[in-house]
DNA sequence: TTGCGTGCAAAGGTTTTGCATGGCA
DNA sequence: TGCCATGCAAAACCTTTGCACGCAA
């Protein structure tokens, strides 16, 4: 695996604060969702049925703290309840380009472009506002599903 | 006005149901507030405001029924708690709108901008993805926040 | 008069928070 | 040892629901 972080860091490495049992199993529960999108809730009983308990509001602080630090996507689902989290494969260089979530079949889409870094420009001059970009999800309809109906 | 519908009926004319005092009030609240997104709590506390209470409830069960009949517009925008609902005004259906969000106080700031409107449509050229825009949030350090340092 | 609409209060679900305890570095 | 992390329970929120009463048609 390589890895973008200077002397072989990995990315899950990155995230700051002490190394516990809890946090371990956390971040293995996402990685092995990779894809999908997951709850707090969901998380919690993964962890549960695993008979490795971890308490509610650790995952909670966690995933929080992780989304952060750009090491996992949070975003939310029209017409869900709960907040979704979705692990940031590592090889990939998250901090540098933005995402765009399908709202149908929930594809993170990863995009590099520089009209849209420009946009970080644009709103600084005129909107006076010191943009996140690494935080910020583009919702819509990917190709696929759209060319699928 | 220039009503869409055949026959000079008006769009807040196809809700289903009796017509009451508490119902005209709440599309009153949605009309005036076209262009931008507004919660249950926001209605409710408008009216209330005007001395014209309608309870929650209501607000609640009203707005999900015209959501239901394409009236309002519901969709949750990332990162916020409550669910938002837009009138959807026969002139300004297409038109699209984005928000900031800033990081330390929480301010929502609601934005309309030619540049960022662009936005959708180079994202839909280059990169084949059909922006939902009104749902994505731009996070980042709000003026006030950045000058208050 | 009939049945839908309203408002209150209670219930239900999600997320945050306070605080004492636990455990990493 | 000094902090940060954890877990529990309570609080804070948002939304839904049950029920008695009100009101439009």
Redesign the interface.
Known sequence: MISIIKGGEKLENRASGYKTRQRDLILDVLKKHGSGHLTVEDVTKLLNDNSTAVGKSTVYRYLEKLAEEGIVK??????ERSVCYQYLDSHKACSNHYH?K??KCGKL?H?E?E??DK?TE??FT????????S?????????DC?KGE
């Open positions: 949070k975003y939310t689902v029209d017409g765009m399908c709202e889409i995009m472009c009209t849209v946009l644009h709103i005129h909107h006076n506002f010191r943009l996140n970009g935080k910020c999800v583009f919702y819509g309809i990917c190709d759209y």
